[in-house]
């Protein structure tokens, strides 16, 4: 999952070579970054990239040898004094090029060995020892790209004179945020070591004898060198200041870390087997793991937040995200801000998004003993509405992303990641992608409405459902909705689309998962019973009937946003009625002070067939509260033309969810 670094290729035409063209324009390269210099820093990030030398090698468009047949087109210095410079200029002819680059940069020739992505790749010699002093450990960056931008079409050449190049981190981050819960001592952080006390050490490091570590260019995956069971971070220097629980907010635990590594991918079948001891006021405390397997990715962030008490050091969250290092990169990671189950794409455009975690990555929302992480060997487009045209390339087993393009048409479809080749094995994850031209989080292309309700909770609505193209009603139901049985990620699709393939009584989680596009049919629940939270994680470890809901790992909507919860006076359409709105148009619209925008009478999918039912005549809403016995009902927003009401829905029916932004 890599972190995104941008810099800007600048190409001005000269005169021509004689020497090697005749009537051919060579272009030279000149370099200049699209970031501003901050502070530096240990981390790269756009904060402090023109701090950084980097080195490039330049092939032809194949990457099997050096363009133009120039050996000078190898281990190139790109540095900035005062602007970006490269040691040797690169000519550009009508010939197509490719570009490999590495950070930090290094001058000895025996250090990047290799030409492109031949059978002997272009790789880096790394130095990742196993003891090191926290502020020495080096981030390692790659690049491998031969079009002007990531996602691209333009071939690199003569012809087209801008370039972005996009750097991605080839380790992985594993943090710490460490709170204190009656510990009076002063929290001075000294040292951090990880342990792994499987039969075979895992944590690969630099060579001991004879096998050199190395990070291959192309791609960013590291090999070769030794292994050892133990890592050791020293010089911390970092005192635990935090007196409570800081919560699960990536942004805000980002900048709370007390301590890190980065790490060298590693996958381990026994997470038990792993151990942390900390030194904390001279004292070594120790913390383990909860059973499961673990795969720390390269690009990811691994925060695990820690409570200490006067014995103890114990685990009591984790959060995964796209390494970033601060909030303003959010923007740049994969194309997208966050991690979701749903990824709006703007037609014509594309984005890049990770594919080897689940949802928003959030553990404590997973349960039933399914693994946040897992490892795609391959992507696949399971729908798409018509007139919608979405088209998957350029998927990394390496980096675990896939790029996803959208042509000119809107709609919806859903990909999926496999656990075999070529689409075969289990689906392990699927994703929705919504392909508009709306962004609820851009004012100026994504309208959304502000609401107060009648116990002075504000709740900001997006002004469609999810998955609409329109915010009117047409009798081509697909534009106004897509339908959910309660809990599930995956989206079915409105009524000019096929009906969803039925599968009769209850299932399981991972059955569910396994086959996002099954209609599970039941009169009343369509899951076994489980302790899994589905769309209503609990807050303040508060139980989530007695607080608003927070964003888990099923959650349908795109980042930021999030199914509503409707707890007593915290619902947030408590105030809507018939008597201050309007039914118009097939559905109801509500003006000041209860503006929430247009719902359509969509119907809903009925719970023992999967058949669109009361199109028209009727529109429920999902909210995350379950009632009843056993979870079998789930309150929704009912509208007809006479009622507006918030009763209960079994479970197994496909309902619309209107978004709102989470807070």
């Known amino acids: 999952m890599p972190k995104i670094i941008y810099v800007l290729f600048v190409l001005l035409v000269f005169s021509c070579r004689k020497e090697h063209y005749e009537n051919v324009s060579l272009v030279p390269m000149n370099i200049l970054p699209s970031i501003s210099v901050k502070t530096t820093k240990t981390l790269i990030d756009e904060s402090n990239i023109n701090s950084q030398q980097i080195g490039l090698q330049i092939t032809n468009s194949a990457g099997n040898e050096f363009y133009d047949n120039q050996t000078s087109y190898n281990n190139i210095l790109l540095s900035n004094t005062g602007s970006w410079t490269l040691a040797t200029t690169v000519y550009l002819s009508n010939s197509s090029a490719k570009i490999f680059a590495y950070s930090p940069y290094s001058s000895n020739s025996g250090d990047l060995t290799g030409v492109g992505s031949s059978d002997t790749p272009v790789a880096r010699l790394l130095n990742i020892p196993s003891n090191q002093p926290m ?197 740049t990671d994969y194309g997208v801000n966050k991690l979701a189950n749903c990824y709006i794409v703007e037609p014509e455009t594309s984005i890049v998004i990770p594919v080897g975690i689940k949802g928003n990555g959030n553990p404590l929302t997973i349960e039933d003993g399914i693994e946040v992480n897992h490892v795609a060997e391959s992507m696949g487009i399971l729908w798409q509405t018509p007139g919608t045209s979405v ?49 609820p989080d851009n004012q ?42 309660f809990g599930r990620k995956d989206p079915f699709p409105g009524g000019n689309y096929s009906l969803p393939t039925p599968v009769a009584g209850q299932q399981s989680v991972s059955y569910s998962i396994k086959n996002p596009i099954l209609f599970i ?68 619209t509500w003006s000041t002070p209860h503006n929430v925008g247009f719902y359509p009478a969509a119907g809903y999918r009925k719970e023992t067939t999967g058949i669109l039912t009361a199109v028209k005549s009727e529109g429920r809403y999902w909210t995350s509260l379950n009632i009843g016995v056993m979870y079998h009902f789930y309150l929704c927003l009912a509208l007809t033309s006479t009622n507006v009401t918030t009763p209960a829905s079994p479970s197994a029916r496909g309902l619309p969810i209107r978004c709102v932004r989470e807070n």
């Open 135 to 331: 502020a020495n450990q080096v981030d390692y960056l790659w690049a491998a790209q031969d079009k002007t931008t990531y996602d691209g079409l333009a071939n690199i050449n003569n012809s087209n004179a801008n370039i972005t190049l996009k750097m991605n981190h080839s380790l992985a981050q594993v943090a710490f945020v460490i709170y204190k819960d009656n510990y009076n001592g002063e929290g001075r952080l000294s040292q951090i070591k990880i342990i792994d006390n499987s039969i075979e050490p895992s944590f690969r490091i630099s060579k001991i004898i004879n096998n050199d570590l190395i990070m291959n260019l192309p791609d960013g995956l590291i090999s070769g060198g030794e292994t050892t069971s133990t890592l050791t971070v020293t010089e911390i220097n970092n005192t635990i200041n935090l007196t409570s629980d800081p919560g699960d907010e990536p942004s805000v635990l980002k900048g709370l870390k007390n301590g890190y590594f980065l790490i060298a991918p590693v996958s381990i079948m026994d997470q038990t087997k792993l151990e942390f001891i900390f030194t904390i006021d001279d004292k070594e405390y120790s913390a383990s793991i909860v059973p499961g397997s673990l795969n720390w990715q390269k690009g990811n962030q691994y925060i695990f937040k820690l409570k200490l008490d006067v014995t103890a050091l114990s685990i009591t969250g984790l959060t995964v995200t796209p390494w970033l290092s601060s909030d303003s990169e959010l923007s």
């Open 521 to 588: 049919t039941s009169p009343l629940r369509w899951f076994s019973f489980s302790s899994v939270q589905w769309w209503r994680g609990a807050r303040n470890n508060l139980p989530p009937d007695l607080y608003p809901g927070r964003k888990t790992i099923y959650d349908p909507c795109p980042a930021g946003w999030r199914v509503p919860s409707s707890i007593r006076k915290s619902s947030p359409w408590l105030g809507l009625s018939i008597s201050n709105g309007i039914w118009k148009d097939n559905g109801w």
């Open 391 to 439: 088209s998957l390339s350029d998927f990394s087993p390496s980096s675990q992303t896939v790029k996803v393009s959208a042509a000119s048409g809107k709609g919806n479809a859903l990909i999926a990641a496999y656990s075999g080749p070529g689409q075969t094995g289990d689906i392990l994850w699927s994703w929705h992608i919504w392909v508009t031209d709306y962004n």
């Open 444 to 485: 100026t292309n994504g309208t959304t409405y502000t609401f107060t309700n009648d116990s002075s909770i504000t709740y900001t609505f997006m002004d469609r459902n999810l998955g609409a193209l329109s915010t009117t009603f047409t009798d081509t139901t697909d534009q106004n909705a897509l339908y959910y049985q």
